[in-house]
C-alpha cells in the first residue's frame, strides 16, 4: 500500500531523486535533504504508516528489522564505532512530535554532537 500524494512514496517509487542509503523489499534509506549532523539519513519503511501512532503488532518485525538494520547502516555512512561513537535514531510523531512527512520514518543522525542543533 502506498499513498501516491505522499512524499516519501514518490521517493521509493524512483519519481522524486534521492540519495540512496540502502533498499530491499521492506525497507528504503536515504540520505537527508537538510542534514544536521556529518551522517543524517532517513529510513523508512515501503508500507506506507502514516505515523508511529498507527503502527500494530502486525508492525512488530519490520520496525525490528529497521531498527537492526540502523547500526549497520550507520557505520558504513560514517559514524564512530560504539561506545566512543555512537548515532541517535528519532521517528518524530504527529505535528506536536515535530513530524512533517506523514510516512512513518527514522532519522539516523550521528557525528560529532549533532542534537546540539536543536
Known amino acids: 500500500m502506498h499513498d501516491p500524494n505522499c512524499l516519501f512514496c514518490k521517493i521509493i517509487a524512483g519519481q522524486i531523486p534521492s540519495k540512496k542509503v540502502y533498499e530491499d ?7 537527508d535533504i537538510h542534514p544536521w549532523a556529518p551522517v543524517h539519513f532517513l529510513m523508512v519503511p515501503r508500507l506506507h504508516i502514516p505515523s508511529m501512532a498507527q503502527v500494530t503488532p502486525e508492525h512488530a518485525g519490520l520496525l525490528g528489522r529497521m531498527l537492526a538494520l540502523a547500526p549497520r547502516l550507520a557505520l558504513e555512512q560514517g559514524c564512530n564505532p560504539y561506545p566512543e561513537g ?6 518524530n510523531t504527529g505535528l506536536e512530535g515535530g513530524q512533517e512527512i506523514h510516512h512513518l520514518h527514522m532519522h539516523v543522525i550521528g557525528g560529532p554532537r549533532p542534537w546540539l542543533k536543536g
Not at 523489499?25 to 540520505?31: G, L, V
Request: proline share 0%.
Open 25 to 31: 523489499e521492506e525497507i528504503f534509506a536515504f540520505h
Open 86 to 91: 555512537g548515532f541517535r535514531i528519532v521517528a
